[in-house]
């Protein structure tokens, strides 16, 4: 990635929680707990699975800059999801946590030199991930949870309709 894409996702990065709480107002909060199905996640469930993954993004964003060279942990999304227990889990504290980390990681990367962007730790499912992996990754995130809800919301409307 060179350094003017690089520019244009951070900055993308850095408006990820301003693009979710936009996003958030399209749908009503009494569908917020809404499932197509068993096995999809409610808007509810995905605000804080978003916050849970910017919390662990935080660690890795610093372990790849700090310790090169190290590995960092994944982690089963779906556990957490359940065993969490993230429809007792407060969104408005998830949305005000999550915009912190972001925050955080946000100021922290623009300010980085040139060659701190080469630093690479070990993923276990992504294998040797540098600092321009590391931000793909995560300022493609949020986008992509916000499609996922614009499904559900789209499935909860035909569900209202027909009854």
């Known amino acids: 990635m060179d350094s003017a894409e690089r520019h244009e996702r951070i900055e993308s990065f850095g408006r990820a929680h301003a693009l979710l709480v936009n996003a958030l107002t399209q749908f ?28 662990n993004a935080y660690i890795r964003c610093r372990r790849v800059i700090a310790e090169p060279g190290c590995s960092v942990m994944a982690y089963d ?21 999550f915009r912190l980390l972001r925050s955080m990681n946000y100021k922290l990367i623009r300010s980085l030199p040139e060659l701190t962007w080469t630093n690479a730790v070990n993923h276990p499912e992504h294998g040797l991930m540098n600092l321009d992996r590391w931000l793909d990754l995560n300022e493609r995130h949020v986008p992509s949870h916000i499609q996922q809800m614009k499904r559900n919301y789209a499935s909860w409307r035909q569900i209202e309709k027909a009854s």
């Open 28 to 55: 009503p909060r009494e569908m917020w707990q809404y499932r197509p199905s068993g096995t999809r996640w409610s808007i509810h469930e995905i605000i804080v699975h978003l916050t849970d993954s910017e919390a």
């Open 77 to 97: 999304q779906d556990a957490w999801a359940r065993s969490l227990l993230y429809h007792n889990q407060s969104t408005d504290e998830a949305l005000d946590l």
